[in-house]
């Protein structure tokens, strides 16, 4: 099995936006509209929208923080990196199409209403490559949570 984002887990994130003294719980607890919280850890196959089990405790933490804020609505976005400019969006292995960003964030919401979540609680959108960081290639890989409502 290839995992997506493996090169993340190697090195030490150098975003402003990703407190790693702060767990999702205290993020989500301060919050306000308009916040966008990085989900760290969030793996997948390569080139598809598959989470792989790596990603199981974030998955759950993010279960449990969505349960505990039952006020607490979200959209979650998906970003893609290393495509050519004029690429805007990955190429999924599973549909044979250019929708990974939008497909891997559907993933996250498939598995929150699956486990009981209020769909009505969530949007998810893919941004393809549309939104980089500005950093190194592997940070701008990832889903994040914008709030909607707290």
């Given at each position: 099995?290839t995992?997506?984002?493996?090169?993340?887990k190697k090195?030490e994130p150098?975003?402003?936006?990703?407190?790693e003294?702060?767990t999702?719980?205290e993020?989500?607890?301060n919050?306000?509209?308009?916040?966008?919280?990085?989900l760290?850890n969030?793996y997948?196959k390569?080139?598809?929208?598959r989470i792989?089990?790596?990603s199981k405790?974030?998955m759950?933490e993010?279960?449990c923080?969505?349960e505990?804020?039952?006020n607490?609505?979200?959209?979650?976005?998906g970003h893609?990196?290393?495509t050519?400019?004029y690429?805007k969006e990955?190429?999924?292995m599973?549909?044979?199409r250019?929708e990974?960003?939008?497909?891997?964030a559907?993933a996250?919401?498939?598995?929150?209403?699956?486990?009981?979540i209020?769909?009505?609680?969530m949007?998810f959108k893919?941004y393809?490559n549309?939104?980089?960081?500005?950093?190194e290639?592997q940070?701008?890989?990832r889903v994040?949570?914008?709030?909607n409502?707290?």
């Amino acid at each position: 099995m290839t995992i997506f984002y493996q090169e993340i887990k190697k090195t030490e994130p150098a975003l402003a936006e990703v407190d790693e003294s702060k767990t999702l719980e205290e993020k989500v607890k301060n919050a306000k509209v308009g916040d966008v919280i990085v989900l760290k850890n969030i793996y997948f196959k390569n080139r598809s929208p598959r989470i792989v089990p790596e990603s199981k405790p974030t998955m759950y933490e993010l279960l449990c923080v969505l349960e505990d804020h039952p006020n607490l609505k979200i959209q979650i976005q998906g970003h893609i990196c290393c495509t050519p400019p004029y690429q805007k969006e990955a190429y999924d292995m599973d549909t044979m199409r250019r929708e990974l960003s939008s497909n891997r964030a559907e993933a996250v919401y498939d598995y929150l209403v699956r486990k009981k979540i209020d769909p009505d609680r969530m949007t998810f959108k893919g941004y393809g490559n549309r939104k980089p960081l500005g950093k190194e290639p592997q940070y701008d890989r990832r889903v994040e949570l914008v709030v909607n409502k707290v």
